[in-house]
């Protein structure tokens, strides 16, 4: 059962992937643009490298060259920076800058002689060159199916941690589906927080942090609650040890409800008289009692402390990369990014959410296409899954190239495109062409769709060249 809804699910994400970026290819200019000369970016993949020749992503394999060359020539002395840095700045035009920093890094800490420092510079602009896209390449579709093939090999399920809710996180074709969708909200929205200086080091402080954190409704600090009929009351007993926790006394919860209702608190009890209407026909106590209950389960649903929709948290160590030390993360189950940037003992730069809209109101439009692209490659590499980034990365451009992030299917990608057989091919085929016949559209035969459909040559690859004879 589960392989059957994986291959029908995993089957239409392809195809939604295909008829989003089938007429997408890399322009003589190494600029990748839409079959109407819309730009989608401006150099494919940041570096122009083809991903079939690239060796994990990269053009040039810069271990691998240097200690090749090494063995061709003898030891000598070792090439200076500054030499390494001037024979760097003539190619400067012709590799990219990843390239001439990685070169610089790896000549100096494998203290190679002039000769090899020299060689190696040219073998990589060679290498980089040869492994440079070609001109009028179908990058849309090689992405569609760079992503669309391995999700008959995804798991479809919510992948759960062991009496831990809050690490619970959606994976695989699921989580995949979820962003190319678009979806408003994931199923499993949560972040990693990561604390200042102050707080990141101790566990006492960093669990003070998250207990502040954590959205505190007015259930989670009472010990019992009762109705109270004769007074058309609610007294509730407060949990002080619960209070001192989230940061609050019982003052300021009596602040929070005498804005609206008549309260009063004797030590750790606090009474609220709700304003009950009663019409002249329900002087029934039954009916009164109701009325008092639905209050009481009101108040106790009120929101009191911390930050709203972060329903759980735990507290972790982890070891930051950067610094090689020990360190107090939190996660959390439920998302709000903009409220947690701005709370006290919170790393704001390292903080992060799986909620892409999120991102998106808070940060904007390129911080969420990153986020994009950061989604994806965890899901695939999660998956034990090798996908270059320069598909990954062609996606997220055209679900976020105007501004707004545009779902990959009918209502986003595919709708905004010109063709009109294009958009009839997909799914709403007589609606569309409706539509196109009474606004008098006119379809130009520019993408591979319509061409297909009409039986011209397809204007990509090959078919993007004309011919013409020189007479006379």
Do not use: C
Not at 52 to 57: E, I, L, T, V
Not at 132 to 155: R, Y
Not at 334 to 360: A, C, H, M, W
Not at 372 to 399: C, F, P, T, W
């Amino acid at each position: 059962m589960d392989t059957a809804v994986k291959t029908q699910q995993s089957g239409y994400l392809y195809r939604r992937l295909v008829y989003s970026l089938e007429d997408l290819h890399v322009d003589h200019d190494f600029v990748v643009r839409t079959s109407n000369g819309k730009i989608v970016q401006f150099k494919y993949g940041e570096d122009a490298v083809d991903p079939a020749r690239s060796d994990h992503g990269k053009p040039v394999n810069i271990d691998r060259l240097i200690d090749s060359i090494s063995l061709l020539y003898p030891k000598g002395k070792r090439a200076t920076k500054d030499y390494i840095k001037k024979l760097l700045k003539k190619v400067e035009s012709e590799i990219p800058s990843s390239l001439r920093d990685e070169l610089w890094s790896k000549l100096i800490e494998k203290k190679a002689n002039k000769e090899v420092a020299k060689e190696a510079i040219r073998q990589a602009v060679i290498n980089y060159r040869t492994a440079k896209i070609d001109p009028g390449a179908a990058v849309g579709v090689v992405a569609a199916q760079s992503i669309g093939e391995p999700g008959t090999q995804m798991t479809l399920r919510t992948f759960h941690y062991a009496g831990v809710k809050e690490k619970d996180v959606t994976i695989g074709l699921p989580r995949i589906i979820e962003i190319i969708d678009a979806k408003q909200k994931p199923s499993t929205p949560r972040m990693i927080i990561y604390l200042d200086e102050e707080h990141r080091y101790s566990q006492e402080k960093a669990e003070a942090v998250a207990n502040r954190i954590k959205a505190t409704q007015f259930r989670d600090v009472v010990k019992e609650a009762t109705i109270d009929l004769i007074n058309r009351s609610i007294i509730f007993k407060l949990d002080l040890e619960s209070l001192k926790a989230v940061g609050k006394s019982p003052i300021e919860v009596k602040r929070i409800f005498s804005r609206r209702y008549s309260t009063e608190l004797k030590e750790d009890t606090l009474i609220i008289r709700p304003n009950i209407k009663i019409k002249e026909n329900e002087t029934d106590e039954y009916v009164i009692l109701e009325k008092l209950r639905k209050a009481r389960d009101r108040f106790l649903d009120r929101h009191i402390a911390g930050i709203p929709n972060v329903v759980r948290v735990t507290l972790e160590k982890i070891v930051n990369e950067e610094t090689g030390e020990e360190e107090w993360v939190i996660y959390t189950a439920g998302s709000n990014l903009k409220e947690v940037l701005l709370f006290e003992g919170v790393d704001p730069v390292r903080t992060i959410t799986n909620d892409i809209f999120e991102i998106y109101e808070v940060l904007g439009i390129e911080a969420a296409r990153n986020a994009i692209i950061n989604e994806i490659k965890s899901v695939m590499e999660e998956q034990g899954l090798d996908v270059d980034y320069r598909h990954i990365m062609l996606v997220a451009d055209i679900m976020t190239r105007d501004g707004r992030i545009r779902q990959m299917g009918r209502y986003g990608v595919v709708a905004v495109k010109d063709s009109v057989l294009t958009r009839a091919a997909f799914e709403i085929t007589v609606p569309v062409l409706v539509g196109a016949a009474v606004r008098g559209e006119e379809d130009l035969l520019r993408g591979p769709t319509e061409n297909i459909i009409v039986g011209s040559r397809v204007p990509i690859g090959t078919g993007s060249v004309d011919l013409y004879m020189e007479v006379g």
